[in-house]
């Protein structure tokens, strides 16, 4: 039965849906927990070590963090998989080009595609700066996230990497959230206004929210 619903334009498609509905709530406590960069080097160290004793002493140390990973990464993967053969058989149904163009879409939809490649390489290089610290600017310091993001955003080139790659986020959201709504049978013609409302409003806050760590450091208010 499972080989039967992966295998169908549905089964793909509500794959695709569940997926990133479980990458945006981990978009939204990550964006939340970033925020507390504004409350200093304290507090910000306290809740990245709190990350890692999360469940203790059911769990052992990092075991909830690892947990968070490993979910994270089949979602990521179940959702590039189903986006790329969703895009494949698309292809496949129509070879040759269409006589008379389709009414034009819209500038998220149409960025779908490579903002989600935008988005894949942006989380190989975050994991490298600010987890491994493999391609770090600075002196990688491990339990200082709060010095190692301020030394990330103090250069130009971290600071266009991250920007470019929360602006492709926030399209892909906004295009994404509606279109999972109406995969999983949560839109209706009466609906859709406040859909896509809320595509709009979340994608803008996490955009606002994610946006204002690096804007911060360039400012001199977290430093």
């Not at 794959?15 to 200093?40: D, E, P, R, T």
């Not at 990092?62 to 895009?87: D, G, I, K, N, P």
């Not at 990688?140 to 266009?160: A, H, I, L, R």
Request: aromatic share 12%; no cysteine.
């Amino acid at each position: 039965m499972a080989r039967t619903v992966w295998d169908s334009t549905v089964g793909k498609k509500t794959v695709m849906a569940v997926s990133g509905l479980v990458m945006l709530l981990y978009l939204v406590a990550h964006m939340i927990g970033n925020l507390k960069i504004y409350f200093g080097a304290v507090e910000f160290n306290e809740y990245a070590h709190w990350l890692r004793t999360l469940g203790e002493p059911l769990l052992h140390y990092e075991w909830a963090l690892w947990l968070v990973r490993v979910v994270l990464v089949l979602a990521v993967v179940a959702h590039a998989v189903s986006a790329y053969q969703l895009s494949r058989r698309d292809i496949k149904a129509r070879p040759s080009k269409y006589v008379h163009k389709k009414a034009r879409a819209s500038y998220a939809t149409r960025t779908m595609r490579w903002g989600g490649i935008i988005l894949a390489l942006f989380i190989v290089w975050h994991i490298l700066d600010l987890t491994t610290g493999t391609v770090h600017s600075g002196g990688f310091e491990t339990g200082k996230p709060y010095q190692n993001v301020v030394d990330t955003f103090s250069t130009w080139y971290g600071n266009v990497i991250y920007i470019v790659a929360v602006l492709a986020l926030g399209m892909h959201i906004r295009h994404g959230f509606w279109s999972a709504a109406q995969t999983l049978g949560v839109g209706s013609r009466t609906r859709d206004r406040a859909l896509k409302a809320a595509a709009n409003v979340l994608a803008l806050l996490l955009t606002i929210g994610f946006v204002a760590v690096p804007v911060g450091v360039m400012t001199g208010v977290v430093s």
